[in-house]
């Protein structure tokens, strides 16, 4: 009986998996994202890779275009020419598009007597990604300001004022808000003036107090302005009577 011999190594099956993986960013990001799958089976070859995006139907293909806000589920796998599956992979997308919304309020009226304080309220708001708050930053006529800080409106120059807001989200989508007001001087104003001067014994004198109260009163300004430089640096510390001599010069003049 004749013998059969073979010649040649006989080509074991291929058993293994592809391995497929995905260049997805990691974290937040504010644009379309495309996220491509890159799938390699060194003995029998990809024959095709498969995905699903948010649990909806199974799609074939090398790669994914994402543009809505909000977090993305992708689960993908590879089959080589052989019929092994591979065990799916899952990766997450995040995209926000959309800049935070900010409010700010406390400057409603426009014109705003420099007697008052006032703490201005600021807002801001992102649904997506998250707000970051080491990048809000917040100005007032260009200075900084601290959020929850009192602006003692006398101490700024009478005029127009400029209170700025600069947010930022997680994805690094920026919103700004700019709020203008003036300040301005009244005879109220500073009758409200000397009587919270006094209260600081920034003028320690009754007397003097209940005088300028008086001209005041009588909307006599020029005799008020008189007895101010008078008693400046004496009864009345000069940071005080430099901002009453300001007012009632603004009001004398206008």
């Given at each position: 009986?004749?013998?059969?011999?073979?010649?040649?190594?006989?080509?074991?099956?291929?058993?293994?998996?592809?391995?497929?993986?995905d260049?997805?960013?990691?974290?937040?990001?504010?644009?379309?994202?495309?996220?491509?799958?890159?799938?390699?089976?060194?003995?029998?070859?990809?024959?095709?890779?498969?995905?699903?995006v948010n649990g909806g139907v199974q799609q074939i293909g090398n790669a994914v275009t994402l543009t809505t806000d909000g977090t993305h589920k992708l689960v993908y796998w590879s089959v080589d020419f052989a019929g092994n599956v591979e065990q799916s992979h899952t990766t997450t997308v995040k995209i926000d598009k959309t800049s935070p919304e900010m409010t700010v309020?406390?400057?409603?009226?426009?014109?705003?007597?420099?007697?008052?304080?006032?703490?201005?309220?600021?807002?801001?708001?992102?649904?997506?990604?998250?707000?970051?708050d080491s990048k809000t930053q917040v100005t007032l006529d260009g200075k900084p300001y601290q959020l929850g800080d009192t602006?003692?409106?006398?101490?700024l120059p009478l005029g127009k004022h400029t209170f700025t807001v600069i947010g930022s989200d997680l994805a690094?989508?920026?919103?700004?808000?700019?709020v203008t007001f003036n300040t301005v001087a009244s005879i109220e104003?500073?009758?409200?003036?000397?009587?919270?001067?006094?209260?600081?014994?920034?003028?320690?004198?009754?007397?003097?107090?209940?005088?300028?109260?008086?001209?005041?009163?009588?909307n006599e300004l020029q005799s008020f302005i008189q007895e101010v430089q008078v008693q400046s640096g004496k009864h009345i510390r000069n940071e005080s009577s430099a901002y009453l001599l300001r007012?009632?010069?603004?009001?004398?003049?206008?």
């Open positions: 009986m004749a013998e059969l011999k073979f010649h040649g190594a006989v080509k074991p099956a291929d058993l293994t998996t592809p391995v497929t993986t260049d997805a960013p990691k974290g937040w990001v504010n644009r379309d994202t495309k996220v491509s799958f890159k799938a390699t089976d060194t003995e029998s070859g990809v024959a095709a890779t498969y995905f699903t309020s406390g400057f409603e009226k426009g014109s705003l007597s420099d007697a008052l304080d006032v703490v201005p309220a600021v807002s801001i708001k992102d649904s997506t990604s998250g707000v970051d602006i003692q409106l006398y101490v690094g989508n920026s919103a700004s808000k700019i104003g500073l009758k409200q003036l000397v009587t919270r001067f006094a209260e600081n014994n920034w003028i320690d004198n009754a007397g003097i107090t209940n005088s300028l109260k008086q001209k005041l009163e009588n007012d009632a010069n603004a009001l004398l003049n206008n």
